[in-house]
């Protein structure tokens, strides 16, 4: 194996069920959930190992904390557990967790998610056009490096596009 921080990571697929890496939260700030909505990044928390997406919250939640930012409407992959968010998150008026029952408007769950899918999109260009797929650096410190550069060219784009 040539990095020797890197964990299995259970998935789904049936191609490949088992894969060697580290887990990252991306997070995006957007000001509206409107078709082809594109905010920017935060940096990414990792850690070594295979964490479950609430073990990453607290970290995505202090960088949000440390900008200022209160978001109005979060919307999350099934993977997280509505008592973490609740927890990290206590500012929001309106969480949205994939699969789950919410006691918010049928019209704004579907809302938030399709934007929720949409973002599996973004993930994937970050992956495709942002180098995010594979890092070519070794060990955690590496692959956070490796990351921070793939969001840090992503937001410059979408700020260039912006000012156009």
């Given at each position: ?7 299995p990571i259970r998935k789904g697929k049936l191609r490949a069920p088992t894969e060697f890496g580290y887990v990252v939260q991306i997070t995006e700030i957007t000001e509206n959930t409107r078709r082809g909505a594109r905010g920017l990044i935060l940096p990414a928390p ?119």
């Amino acid at each position: 194996m040539s990095d020797p921080d890197a964990r299995p990571i259970r998935k789904g697929k049936l191609r490949a069920p088992t894969e060697f890496g580290y887990v990252v939260q991306i997070t995006e700030i957007t000001e509206n959930t409107r078709r082809g909505a594109r905010g920017l990044i935060l940096p990414a928390p990792s850690r070594v190992g295979s964490p479950n997406e609430s073990d990453l919250l607290p970290a995505t939640g202090a960088e949000l904390d440390r900008l200022g930012i209160t978001p109005r409407e979060v919307a999350l992959d099934g993977g997280f557990q509505p008592s973490s968010v609740d927890e990290h998150l206590p500012a929001c008026e309106r969480t949205f967790i994939a699969g789950r029952q919410s006691a918010g408007s049928r019209r704004t769950d579907r809302r938030l998610a399709r934007y929720r899918v949409g973002a599996e999109g973004r993930i994937s260009h970050l992956k495709r056009g942002y180098g995010l797929r594979r890092s070519r650096l070794k060990g955690h410190p590496g692959a956070r490096t490796w990351t921070a550069w793939s969001i840090l060219a992503y937001n410059l784009d979408t700020l260039a596009i912006r000012a156009a």
